[in-house]
Every structure is written in structure tokens, then in C-alpha cells.
């Protein structure tokens, strides 16, 4: 019954904050994650995730879910490593790296608002 009542506390602070969240890339904080809506398709390990709104959770030191705005259906589980930004950021935010104009953004980081402190996800050698 408690994670129940904790989900549901979740899932409604994540339908406030994607229908008042002003900047398309831009995150909004929940307790253990955050929700953010990317205007255009981005890459995270594995897989492609389609403009939309999702929620990044982290789930112990080094393990982040990804899932459904609603966090009723869960799209990834992955590794992560840590990671620290060089300037304290008041705010939480994603770094990218856009190898070329043809493929999608591909999610680097995730960092907390809470310092310098992040999560970097881990892709394996493509060229392997």
C-alpha cells in the first residue's frame, strides 16, 4: 500500500510538471528523479527514445530506470557510471553529444540539482 501511495504522489508530480514545464529540454525535480520532455528523438543506450516526456529515475548508486511519463510502463534499465560537471549548475539537466545532423542527440549525462554530481550512461564500442 505504501508504494502505492508513493506512486501515485509520483505520477501526479509528474503530470504537474510536464503540463507546466516551459523549455522542451529542460528537467523539472521529483524526489528520486526527474522528469523531462525532449522535443526530438534521442538515443540512450540500446535504443532510441521518441520526442516525448519521460522519467529518470536513479535506483541505487550506479542503476537509472527510465519510464513512461507516468511511470506506469518502464523503458530502460541501465548502467551508469558517475560523472561531474566542472561548474555547479542550479538546476538539473542532460548533456548530449550529436554525432552528426542525420542520427538523434545521444544522452551522455544526467546531472542532479542538488551539485555537480551526475550519472554518465554507458554505450558499448559500436565499432567492436
Do not use: C
Not at 513512461?68 to 548502467?79: C, F, G, S, V, Y
Amino acid at each position: 500500500m505504501k508504494f502505492f501511495k508513493i506512486g501515485l504522489t509520483i505520477s501526479a508530480l509528474l503530470t504537474a510538471m510536464v503540463l507546466f514545464s516551459p523549455q522542451p529540454v529542460r528537467a523539472s525535480g521529483l524526489d528520486s528523479g526527474t522528469a523531462v520532455t525532449f522535443d526530438q528523438p534521442v538515443e540512450i543506450p540500446g535504443k532510441v527514445l521518441a520526442a516525448g516526456t519521460y522519467a529518470f529515475v536513479q535506483e541505487g548508486p550506479t542503476i537509472v530506470r527510465i519510464w513512461d511519463k507516468d511511470q506506469t510502463h518502464l523503458i530502460a534499465t541501465l548502467m551508469t557510471n558517475a560523472a561531474e560537471q566542472q561548474q555547479f549548475e542550479p538546476r538539473q539537466e542532460f548533456e548530449f553529444d550529436t554525432p552528426d545532423a542525420s542520427n538523434p542527440k545521444v544522452l551522455k549525462a544526467w546531472f542532479f540539482d542538488s551539485g555537480t554530481l551526475g550519472r554518465e550512461f554507458i554505450y558499448q564500442d559500436k565499432s567492436k
